[in-house]
């Protein structure tokens, strides 16, 4: 029993020194020189005109969202649809639900303007 442990705390030490190692071996051994070069904002090449900081609407990012949650769930979607006459009706009834279950988070995000382009 003590081993298993063992095993599951050697795993987590490793996953929390695997992805640190990166950050600290960059953060001593990058180049810490500063410009104004540097510091200036680069947008495609050219030379920003007016204010750089530009205030988007939070809509966009929701709406974005909504499109990654669709796409990611009907990936989900595509082995239940390869498989469909060999499934049980249990299984039919379970893409089913969660056919509806989408519908009923599109009909959602429709009521609350979630949808809307402005």
């Known amino acids: 029993m003590l081993n298993d ?9 490793i996953a929390f020194l695997f ?11 990058a180049p810490r020189k500063s410009n104004p070069l540097k510091t200036q904002t ?3 090449g050219i030379e920003t005109v007016g204010d750089t900081w530009v205030q988007f609407k939070g ?4 709406y974005g969202l909504v499109f990654l949650i669709f796409d ?3 990936v989900f979607l595509f082995p239940w649809a390869v ?12 893409g ?14 429709w009521r609350k303007g979630a949808l809307e382009w402005a």
């Open 83 to 94: 498989a469909y006459g060999e499934l049980p009706l249990f299984g039919v009834l379970a």
């Open 42 to 44: 680069y947008e495609c």
């Open 5 to 13: 442990w063992l095993f599951i705390g050697i795993f987590l030490l």
């Open 19 to 29: 992805p640190l190692a990166p950050i600290l071996v960059a953060y001593f051994l």
């Open 59 to 62: 809509q966009y990012y929701i």
């Open 72 to 74: 990611v769930e009907l």
């Open 96 to 109: 089913v639900l969660f056919i509806l279950l989408l519908v009923a988070g599109l009909f959602y995000d």
